[in-house]
T-cell receptor, first 116, second 112 residues
């Protein structure tokens, strides 16, 4: 069974540009999550999508946005890039989190974004 | 902001020894998950323990959870060089679905 896949592996952009990162979940998973791992800041929750809807959002500015497609894959868009956006962006997927019980989140290999 | 803190920050042991790391957190949780990360790559899920469970085993891994103390521990027995990695605990808080909150991690180095 294929795991979570992310593309591209590396992305280099300059300040002010836009970046688009992509994620394909494990087959059967409907929830997709995005996390940022920046040096010195640890892993921070960005966004959670399920059934095409944004379900939860972390403490990030609106220039971080995304969407989930009917096939459950997802895109993370970062507009007006700043130097501090340089980080490893990790996508995870799970079965639908419901009833407050939570479920295992399986992570992809990540996209390393470098902003120059 | 991060929910939990791991202790120690770094751990250096020899092959065959046991490695123990601890995680403390602040709020009420649905479950706590442990992950491994090799050299800044993706996270590998190790084990999930629910808030109504006290101990769980998976191969050479043993996890405990004490919700009264808001703490968890991960024990790796008979460690191998391949266990060299960063280990993170992540809590699934009851007041915010889907949002795993990670600790800063413990860097484990296992020398042959």
């Amino acid at each position: 069974e294929a795991g979570v896949t992310q593309s591209p592996t590396h992305l280099i952009k300059t300040r002010g540009q836009q970046a688009t990162l992509r994620c394909s979940p494990i087959s059967g998973h409907t929830s997709v999550y995005w996390y940022q791992q920046a040096l010195g800041l640890g892993l921070q929750f960005l966004l959670w999508y399920d059934e095409g809807e944004e379900r939860n959002r972390g403490n990030f500015p609106p220039r971080f946005s995304g969407r989930q497609f009917p096939n459950y894959s997802s895109e993370l868009n970062v507009n007006a890039l700043e130097l501090e956006d340089s980080a490893l962006y990790l996508c995870a997927s799970s079965f639908m989190t419901s009833g407050g019980t939570g479920d295992t989140q399986y992570f992809g290999p990540g996209t390393r974004l470098t902003v120059l | 902001s991060q929910q939990g803190e791991e202790d120690p920050q770094a751990l250096s042991i020899q092959e065959g020894e046991n490695a123990t790391m601890n995680c403390s957190y602040k709020t009420s949780i649905n479950n706590l998950q442990w992950y491994r990360q090799n050299s800044g790559r993706g996270l590998v899920h190790l084990i999930l323990i629910r808030s109504n469970e006290r101990e769980k085993h998976s191969g050479r891994l043993r996890v405990t959870l004490d919700t009264s103390k808001k703490s968890s521990s991960l024990l790796i027995t008979a460690s191998r060089a391949a266990d060299t990695a960063s280990y993170f605990c992540a809590t699934d808080p009851t007041d915010s679905w889907g949002k795993l909150q990670f600790g800063a991690g413990t860097q484990v180095v296992v020398t042959p």
